[in-house]
């Protein structure tokens, strides 16, 4: 990957709004997907590709670890996540085809440095699944397409850079995502190995940032939908910010807020 500043990196994946929201996005949409849409986004709310995030949770390292972090993404394009957690700090981060993790301990000492197509191929599935946050990507207009399975639980298809993705999604009463899930690359058994492993999302919370109703806290993890998903769960989170970019204050992308 092209060495960038992490500034300069943020500032890469910004792309306009496109518009906003009306009743005219949602023609032709199964009703179950159309509902989910009316509960994510309010009318009006500009058509974001990019949102900055504020969050913080627990992450499990070699045990549950508290974390604080900023991301900023683009779901169709790429994100970047930095974060720190007890005494490591680094970032996750992919674009143009290419993923990347830098970690180090006391922000000296690396403890983990990876890049390559396996760690690409599986940053393309996270950065595809947490559009799930930026709901107004989810559209039509940004090239996905939607089945309802029945009033609950819906499919989307869509392709980022080589790839073609399916996520699959159901809703609560209140047509809000409560779980999300699909086939991501890894190796989450750490065997050296990697191939395609159920991979999901279960929201325990969900709240309205400017404009847009999601997931607000939930966990995330591996072999979901089957019996050791309570052993793939790595990552807790509870999202205490999301502005939409780009912003009246570009500079906003370049430093976290105040907690």
């Not at 607000?216 to 970019?245: C, E, K, M, N």
């Not at 009246?248 to 992308?253: A, D, L, P, R, V």
Request: with cysteine; aromatic share 12%.
């Amino acid at each position: 990957m092209r060495r960038r500043t992490t500034g300069a990196f943020k500032r890469s994946l910004v792309r306009p709004a496109q518009g906003l929201f009306g009743e005219d996005e949602l023609g032709g949409l199964p009703e179950p997907v159309q509902r989910m849409f009316r509960a994510a986004i309010a009318p009006g709310t500009p058509l974001a590709a990019t949102a900055r995030l504020q969050m913080h949770g627990e992450i499990k390292l070699r045990g549950w670890t508290a974390f604080r972090g900023s991301e900023v993404i683009t779901p169709h394009v790429g994100f970047i996540w930095a974060v720190r957690a007890g005494l490591i700090s680094g970032y996750d981060r992919y674009a143009d085809g290419e993923g990347e993790m830098r970690w180090k301990l006391l922000g000296l000492l690396p403890v983990v440095r990876a890049s390559g197509p396996d760690v690409s191929r599986s940053a393309v599935g996270r950065v595809a699944g947490e559009a799930a946050w930026l709901p107004t990507t989810l559209l039509p207009r940004f090239g996905v397409r939607w089945a309802a399975d029945d009033d609950r639980r819906l499919t989307a298809c869509f392709q980022l850079d080589a790839y073609d993705l399916e996520f699959h999604y159901l809703l609560d009463d209140q047509a809000r995502v409560q779980a999300c899930w699909f086939e991501r690359w890894g190796d989450p058994d750490r065997t050296g190995k990697y191939a395609l492993a159920p991979f999901g999302m279960e929201a325990t919370a969900h709240r309205t940032f400017s404009g847009l109703t999601i997931p607000s806290a939930g966990r995330a993890g591996w072999h979901y939908g089957t019996d050791r998903w309570p052993d793939g769960v790595f990552f807790q989170y509870r999202i205490t910010d999301l502005d939409l970019l780009p912003s009246g204050q570009q500079q906003s992308i370049l430093r976290p807020k105040a907690p």
